[in-house]
């Protein structure tokens, strides 16, 4: 059976994640390629989120993401869809705005990258926390969508719900 995955609930898990940190007083940034922004957008929708997000950046390229510390080796060696440039990804945003959490994210939006054939497959996501105590990487594949955003969307209620999970295990931030 496939999971589904509805907006309103999305942004309403959001919402609660955003008065979470809030309320615990942790800081938190990404560095989103799949999701263009939209784990950072989704945040800044509650009130009162410039308490916690410190910032985020969009690596949509492989050059972004070396700009901003994910060295090519990297890259090279397990290719830009990979659980180890997800962490990359996480550890180098949370190290440049001194957050308590970092998130990042990769993978494949539907569509097969021309640029990365072997490693791109569609609806293959990667995405990692940077905490004080060390990295979580985490890999997941979505059933088909029917439009990017909806990707988009999906892959921010897996990364919400692995998010929270962690958190309330007592992650060190």
Request: with cysteine; charged share 25%.
């Amino acid at each position: 059976m496939s999971k589904e995955y509805h907006e309103d609930e999305i942004r309403r898990k959001y919402k609660h994640l955003t008065e979470y940190l809030i309320a615990h007083h942790l800081s938190v940034t990404t560095m989103e390629s799949a999701t263009s922004g939209q784990i950072a957008s989704l945040i800044t929708d509650t009130p009162g989120a410039s308490e916690i997000l410190k910032g985020a950046f969009i690596t949509y390229s492989n050059e972004a993401k070396q700009k901003l510390g994910v060295s090519e080796a990297l890259i090279q060696k397990y290719s830009v869809y990979s659980k180890e440039v997800a962490e990359a990804m996480a550890v180098c945003c949370k190290n440049f705005y001194q957050a308590d959490v970092g998130i990042g994210v990769t993978g494949t939006m539907g569509n097969i990258d021309p640029a990365n054939a072997d490693a791109s497959v569609p609806g293959k996501v990667f995405f990692a926390f940077a905490f004080a105590d060390g990295c979580i990487s985490y890999e997941v594949e979505l059933e088909p969508q029917i439009t990017r955003l909806q990707y988009k969307l999906a892959t921010a209620d897996e990364i919400y719900d692995k998010l929270m999970e962690d958190l309330k295990h007592g992650r060190k931030q």
